[in-house]
């Protein structure tokens, strides 16, 4: 069985990764601080897969806590690295925090893999890097846009630093610009757990249904848009993390074709937040509390993939429709309040 190390597997598209990989044949370790998800993930994917992944608590920023864990687990095939901060607000206020986090954990790891001669990593992009395209749907020849927050600046710079190492060093990247991922495992075991306020809209929307929140802000209905409300190709995690799992065989099966590559995961399809929530609407059976205000700094218009490159070379396809993506975030929304 091929071990593979999974930075950040305790978090919302990490654990659904695992899942697959688990259910694929590979033997999991998990490497993550925690800082944002809850030890208790370990064994609820346990339970989905019927086997435990190995769990390291460490802070791959911290250089001798990523170099013990790589001489601990020799014998890592492969690397999927989850492993970073994500909030685009956050990282306004915390630019250094995001830097020192987002990078110091990719160079950290990369500096191992050249050590121990583990040539594969899967790397956690983000369809942040391309802006506001000029032309949609958006694919992976767009041009990148300057970014919009130092979040989305570490993305960019990461690829670049992986696209470096694969000119100098035997490593060999597939980097996976995600668009937005939502919903939740199927068995509701799994899935998202922001800490505090949710920032992203299916959290809200399930917390506000749940009346953990009195309402839900619209940001914005006087968009460029056909009901004025941004759009964005919502992925269902479960669709994502088997994107995972295809770009990991097609490593490990050395059928690359470049050293680096790069493919859009999403599914094509761009929905506005009203979309969203009249989907939540009609699978939860709840009616929403939402208020439109006025727009959130920083948001784009609209933004949706061109997945076909990821369709054909990958063979993989995004699944599952907007409904079971509102119906399963919904699901688990109840499991955690019940
Ligand atoms: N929205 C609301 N109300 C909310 C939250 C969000 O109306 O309370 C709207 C936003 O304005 C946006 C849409 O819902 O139009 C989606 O917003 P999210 O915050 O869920 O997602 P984003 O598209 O802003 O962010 C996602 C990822 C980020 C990534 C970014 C790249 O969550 O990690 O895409 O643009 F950086």
Not at 57 to 86: P, R, W
Not at 99 to 107: G, P, V
Request: charged share 20%; proline share 4%; with cysteine.
């Amino acid at each position: 069985m091929s071990k593979i190390l999974v930075t950040g597997g305790a978090g919302f598209i990490g654990s659904h990764t695992v899942v697959e990989l688990q259910n694929s044949g590979f033997e999991v370790v998990i490497a993550d601080n925690l800082s944002n998800s809850n030890e208790q993930v370990i064994s609820q994917i346990a339970e989905i897969t019927s086997k435990k992944p190995l769990f390291e608590l460490v802070d791959l920023a911290n250089e001798s806590a990523c170099k013990n864990l790589f001489e601990k687990h020799s014998d890592i095939v492969a690397v999927i690295h989850f492993a970073a901060s994500k909030a685009v607000g956050e990282s306004v206020e915390k630019p250094l925090f995001y830097y020192q986090n987002n990078l110091c954990s990719l160079l950290n790891v990369l500096e191992n893999m050249v050590i121990h001669a583990i040539k594969p990593i899967v790397f956690s992009s983000s369809c942040t890097v391309y802006g506001q395209p000029k032309i949609l749907p958006v694919d992976e020849q767009s041009p990148l846009q300057p970014a919009e927050s130092p979040y989305g600046n570490t993305k960019q710079i990461c690829e670049e630093i992986l696209s470096d190492c694969t000119k100098a060093t035997s490593i060999h990247v597939i980097a996976l610009r995600y668009f937005n991922p939502i919903g939740a495992h199927e068995t509701a075991l799994i899935g998202e757990l922001p800490l505090g306020v949710p920032n992203n809209l299916m959290p809200f929307i399930t917390q506000t249904a749940a009346g953990i929140r009195e309402k839900l802000s619209v940001f914005g209905n006087d968009y460029n848009t056909p009901d004025g409300t941004c759009i964005r190709d919502y992925i269902h995690v479960v669709d994502l993390a088997k994107a995972h799992v295809v770009a990991l065989n097609r490593m490990l099966n050395h059928q690359q074709k470049q050293s680096i590559e790069y493919f859009n995961v999403g599914t094509g399809n761009g929905f506005s937040v009203l979309d969203v929530i009249k989907s939540f609407e009609k699978t939860s059976g709840q009616t929403l509390n939402y208020q439109i205000v006025g727009r959130r700094a920083g948001d784009i218009e609209q933004i949706w993939a061109n997945p076909k490159f990821a369709n054909e070379e990958l063979g993989w396809k995004a699944e599952k429709s907007l409904d079971d993506m509102t119906l399963s975030a919904w699901n688990w929304q109840k499991k955690l309040i019940q």
